[in-house]
């Protein structure tokens, strides 16, 4: 079965937010490449480059500049491309 997006579920999701998040995984593989990091942060970071819209809907504190690194809370779901 495919999954549906729903808007009752995912009331925050918008197809505008789309290209941003593209950007997001854009940001953090330049980090990795850039900083000569381990690839396999790709899958489990701990932190991520947001704008104060993606910052907004994953509950973080807005970035000083767009596309900022922040990172998840010690208690978060989230991690690298795949969590949350």
């Known amino acids: 079965m495919a ?3 729903s808007a009752r579920v995912y009331s925050d999701f918008s197809n505008s937010l789309l290209p941003v998040m593209t ?3 854009r940001h953090l593989f330049n980090h990795l490449v850039w900083n000569d990091r381990n690839f396999m942060e790709m899958f489990n970071a701990d932190y991520t480059f947001v704008s104060a819209r993606l910052a907004l809907l994953y509950g973080l504190e807005p970035p000083s500049e767009e596309f900022g690194m922040a990172k998840y809370p010690p208690d978060s779901a989230r991690a690298g491309v795949l969590g949350g």
Do not use: D, H, L, Q
């Open 3 to 5: 999954a549906v997006r």
């Open 23 to 25: 950007e997001e995984t």
